[in-house]
C-alpha cells in the first residue's frame, strides 16, 4: 500500500501563489499527479509528472501552475502562481502503484477575487 499526504493547501487572493506538497509512503517509479475537483464539478487532472520529469498541464493551468517532484523524497510538487478564484478546489494528489491508484486525503485551496 501507499499513503499520499499532501500539504500546503489554504487561502490566497487573486494573484497570489501557493504550493502544494504531497509525500507518498514509498518510493513511485511511475507518474504523479495533481488533480483538483471544485464543488458541483468532476474531478480533473492540473498535471502529471513522470519519473524522469516530463510534465504535462491541464490547458487551464499551463503558464502559471509548475509540478516537479523529488524522487529521494518520495515528493511531488505543485507550484501555483497567478491564482484566479477559478483554481478554488479540494486538490488531490494521485499516484499508481503495484497495480492499484492511491489517492491522498485532498487538500483545500482558495483563491479569494
Known amino acids: 500500500q501507499v499513503q499520499l499526504v499532501e500539504s500546503g493547501g489554504g487561502l490566497a487572493q487573486a494573484g497570489g501563489s501557493l504550493t502544494l506538497s504531497c509525500a507518498a509512503s514509498r518510493s513511485i517509479l511511475s507518474i504523479m499527479a495533481w488533480y483538483r475537483q471544485a464543488p458541483g464539478n468532476q474531478r480533473e487532472l492540473v498535471a502529471r509528472?513522470?519519473?524522469?520529469?516530463?510534465?504535462n498541464y491541464a490547458a487551464s493551468v499551463k503558464g502559471r501552475f509548475t509540478v516537479s517532484r523529488d524522487n529521494a523524497k518520495n515528493t511531488v510538487y505543485l507550484q501555483m502562481k497567478s491564482l484566479k478564484p477559478e483554481d478554488t478546489a479540494v486538490y488531490y494528489c494521485f499516484a499508481p502503484y503495484g497495480g492499484t491508484t492511491y489517492w491522498g486525503q485532498g487538500t483545500q485551496v482558495t483563491v479569494s477575487s
Open positions: 509528472i513522470s519519473s524522469s520529469g516530463s510534465t
